[in-house]
């Protein structure tokens, strides 16, 4: 699998090989030194127990989702269907924009998940099974405060 580290410093986003992570990883943008530790099972694919940059076992699933995708759909169809209504074709008009809803959804339902660290936001995509939960705001508070703690962010 893949994964993604937030970089603490920087908050820059840097992919990961898991099958060949070495124990450490520098900060492209800001040269920070980050140390990682890659869990056997994280590193085979199998499941997602231990995140290599914080150590933290809680992790939360979302749909593999680019918001910005979504919303061009949207933004096109409501053009195009802008262009029928003008021309008096409002039935058509409704059509498109209720295709471009259905297109975004279908879109939508397709995407896999992805697994989050509750703590420091590690991402982590490959064909592993997912067995973590919904996002808990909760959980989330309470996890992320503990972390920037421990690095010094608070
Ligand atoms: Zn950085
Ligand atoms: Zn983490």
């Known amino acids: 699998m893949q994964f993604v580290v937030k970089c603490p410093s ?3 986003g840097l992919p990961v090989e898991a099958s060949d992570a070495a124990t450490a ?4 943008r800001c040269g920070r030194e980050i140390p990682i530790e890659v869990s056997e099972q994280v590193r085979s694919d199998t499941a997602v127990d231990r995140c290599p940059v914080c150590g933290g076992g809680d992790f939360y699933i979302r749909k593999d989702f680019d918001p910005k995708i979504g919303l061009t759909v949207v933004v096109i169809g409501a053009l195009v269907s802008a262009v029928f209504y003008w021309f008096g074709l409002d039935l058509i008009a409704y059509g498109i924009l209720g295709g471009a809803a259905l297109i975004d959804l279908v879109v939508y339902g397709r995407l896999k998940d992805l697994t989050i660290c509750y703590r420091c936001h590690a991402e982590f995509r490959g064909s592993y099974p997912r067995t973590a939960s919904a996002f808990d705001l909760h959980t989330a508070d309470v996890l992320e405060q503990e972390y920037e703690r421990r690095i010094g962010r608070r």
């Not at 990883?25 to 492209?28: D, S």
């Open 25 to 28: 990883i520098k900060c492209g």
């Open 10 to 12: 920087c908050d820059a």
